[in-house]
């Protein structure tokens, strides 16, 4: 299991810790407008952004970063997954300007934090993670990033998905 901390503090992760290789694990996840959405209903390479809140700074730059330099990539679909509200992710994307940001919310059950093993038990949040996704739905790029207020690497995320199919 990958181990992390938030705050220099350690945390528990809940769920098992996705590798590259391993075929990615479905999840249920909510979209803005309150539907269910799973890994299926995205086509293509996925960069999969997970951060802990939209609503901090370091998950803001993510956001921001992962959508703007995966505009240029064909058949590459950006999801950005927290554990806040629908609503908080509706009103962060119209205030941040962006509207081509497909946020997702795991604030229901954390299907996808369980799934992932990104699940921040002490704090009900997800831990900081990039995960690159594949057309086939295997796992080509797994980023668990050791401290939740660092960035992860976008560069790598970012080659990784350059170079799936």
Aim: charged share 25%.
């Amino acid at each position: 299991m990958a181990n992390i901390t938030f705050k220099e503090n350690p945390m528990t992760l809940l769920g098992e810790e996705v590798k590259k290789g391993d075929k990615a694990p479905n999840f249920t996840v909510l979209a803005n407008d309150l539907s269910e959405k799973t890994l299926n209903d995205y086509a293509g390479v996925r960069i999969i952004s997970v951060v802990p809140s939209l609503d901090t700074g370091v998950c803001d730059a993510q956001t921001r970063k992962f959508n703007e330099e995966a505009a240029d990539l064909n058949n590459v679909n950006v999801l950005t997954i927290s554990a806040d509200l629908p609503f908080a992710q509706k009103r962060w994307c119209g205030a941040a300007g962006i509207e081509n940001a497909i946020t997702l919310s795991d604030h229901r059950d954390l299907s996808f934090g369980k799934a992932f093993g990104v699940a921040i038990k002490e704090l009900r949040l997800l831990a900081r993670a990039v995960f690159v996704v594949d057309s086939k739905d295997e796992v080509v790029y797994a980023e668990y990033v050791s401290e939740a207020t660092n960035h992860p690497d976008y560069e790598e995320a970012l080659n990784a998905a350059k170079q799936a199919e």
